[in-house]
Each structure stands twice: as C-alpha cells, then as structure tokens.
C-alpha cells in the first residue's frame, strides 16, 4: 500500500500563503486521482482539491481560486499552492490517492496549517 509523507505547512498570517508537499513511497505514474484532504479539530476529514493523470484539476468551493494543485510524477510529489489564506483553512493536510471513489493509500501523519494573527 502507498504511504505518503506530507510537509511544509506552519504558522502563516491571514492572507499569506504556504506551499505544501507530499512524498509518494513509490512512483506515481500510474496513479490516476491524487487529492489534498484536510481535517479541522472537531470536524471530519474534506477533500480540498483533486488532480488527476492529465492534469485536470477540481476543487472544494470554499478554496476555489485561492489554491492550486499540481503533482510532478518524476519526483512522486504531489504539491498544494495556497494563497490568501484564511483562519477557516487553519487544519492538518493529507494527501492520498483516491481509487474508486474512496483515499486508498495509508494516510501521513499530514502537516499542520494554522492560519492567525
């Protein structure tokens, strides 16, 4: 089963932005749907953005326009781009791969986003 290791999340002032990365124990060529979930303290686990093979990007309506999504399959990285950020988007980020219909690798201990002045 794939593992994930998620980073680069802090401390960031509202309005600021972070760039998160996620590390694939194996190559991600033949990995379709890869997507960013996060988890706020109380809450379930959202999915926030999904990419797949070709590029084609979908994101969750509250960060639509504000973050991006991308992956570099030669170095089985999946990346989250967030700007303007706000308190709401304070959470821990994930990512997975999702195979039908459902995250199927083992989830990362993900990596901490706190939003706040």
């Known amino acids: 089963q794939v593992q994930f290791v998620e980073s680069g999340g802090g401390l960031v002032q509202p309005g600021g932005s972070l760039r998160l990365s996620c590390t694939a124990s194996?190559?991600?060529?033949?990995?379709?749907?890869m997507a960013w979930y996060r988890q706020a303290p109380g809450k379930q686990r959202e999915l926030v953005a999904v990419?797949?093979?070709?590029?084609?990007?979908n994101y969750a309506n509250s960060v639509k326009g504000r973050f991006t999504i991308s992956r570099d399959n030669a170095k089985s990285t999946l990346y989250l781009q967030m700007s303007s950020l706000k308190p709401e988007d304070s959470a821990v980020y994930y990512c997975n791969q999702i195979e039908r219909g459902t995250p199927s690798g083992s989830w990362g201990q993900g990596t901490q986003v706190t939003v706040s002045s």
């Open positions: 194996r190559n991600i060529f033949n990995i379709d749907l």
């Open positions: 990419i797949d093979s070709g590029r084609s990007t």
